[in-house]
């Protein structure tokens, strides 16, 4: 193939993927020619109900997944942390890789959550955020907010929230430095399975996939491989209070960790465990939680 193209979103962080991900191809192959297909989604254009009651992340890559089967775009750019654990039929994700850091961070207020007023109002769109936040500070008001990283910036700027909480990989990549910024461990806050890496998508056995070999990261997919077994293997998506960690020990062994937690935060369940094969770990520490009752917790918040 001597000429391709990126679907992808038009938000600047989107558009700082499809550029990176392009970069890293023409250096790969350097004769050739990478062009960028700027898309709206639905996802986008409905900005005033939380994602949950529209139909989830799948909004934000459905319009780019009919570039791809149209011929009009080879391959798309995604954050892997917004993927559903299973693509849809006739998608595959060849490349998971470009890891950047993997933390949350909390804006408004510097020396982190207990220096926050009481009853002060935290805005975060994602349902792990918010029930691990609310397992800190039950006093809390964590309310839904949407947008890209500008316009949710904005309006802690403008005094709508004391406080959001994004990812820290956003920030770095949009080169973003603020000095109201505590950035969680991981400890304190769980990430989503995927959060920090790229995921790149194409038609199954597309001759793209190809152009792709020299890019991947074996290490980085392996981690990911087990953070998104968790979410498939508890039959969750972004919508839901899950969140798994997975790094590779000395011996090349991997470390995994996961969390399902009540949506108010009043109850939070952690797994964890360590081995060589991805699948069979995350099934594991899915069967660890739920032995512990995450599946009535995942029930109850589907229905919230």
Avoid at 120 to 140: I, K, Y
Wanted: hydrophobic letters at 45%; glycine letters at 10%.
């Amino acid at each position: 193939m001597k000429e391709i193209t990126i679907a992808t979103r038009e938000s600047a962080l989107a558009l700082w993927q499809a550029n990176f991900i392009r970069d890293r191809l023409i250096e790969a192959h350097p004769n050739l020619t990478v062009h960028l297909l700027g898309m709206t989604t639905q996802g986008d254009r409905w900005l005033n109900a939380p994602l949950k009651e529209i139909g989830g992340k799948g909004l934000f890559i459905k319009e780019l997944e009919v570039a791809m089967l149209e011929g009009r775009a080879d391959l798309a750019v995604h954050s892997v942390k917004d993927l559903p654990a299973h693509l849809p039929e006739g998608f595959s994700l060849p490349l998971i890789g470009y890891r950047d850091d993997v933390r949350d961070v909390l804006l408004g207020e510097p020396e982190g959550v207990a220096a926050l007023p009481p009853n002060a109002r935290v805005g975060s769109s994602s349902p792990r955020r918010q029930a691990q936040l609310l397992a800190m500070r039950p006093d809390l008001r964590v309310d839904s907010i949407r947008g890209n990283v500008q316009t949710r910036l904005s309006k802690l700027d403008g005094g709508e929230f004391d406080a959001i909480v994004l990812a820290q990989a956003g920030l770095s990549r949009l080169g973003l430095a603020r000095s109201d910024a505590y950035p969680f461990s991981v400890a304190q806050c769980l990430p989503a399975p995927g959060q920090g890496a790229l995921g790149i998508e194409i038609v199954t056995d597309s001759p793209v996939q190809a152009l792709l070999e020299t890019l991947i990261d074996k290490d980085v997919a392996r981690c990911v491989e087990a953070e998104r077994g968790i979410s498939a293997g508890l039959g969750a998506d972004c919508a839901l209070p899950v969140a798994a960690h997975a790094e590779l020990t000395t011996n090349g062994e991997i470390h995994l960790r996961a969390l399902v937690a009540q949506a108010d935060g009043s109850r939070v369940l952690r797994a964890e465990g360590h081995g060589a094969e991805p699948g069979p770990l995350a099934q594991r520490l899915v069967e660890q939680l739920l032995s512990q009752g995450a599946d009535s917790i995942l029930a109850n918040a589907r229905h919230v």
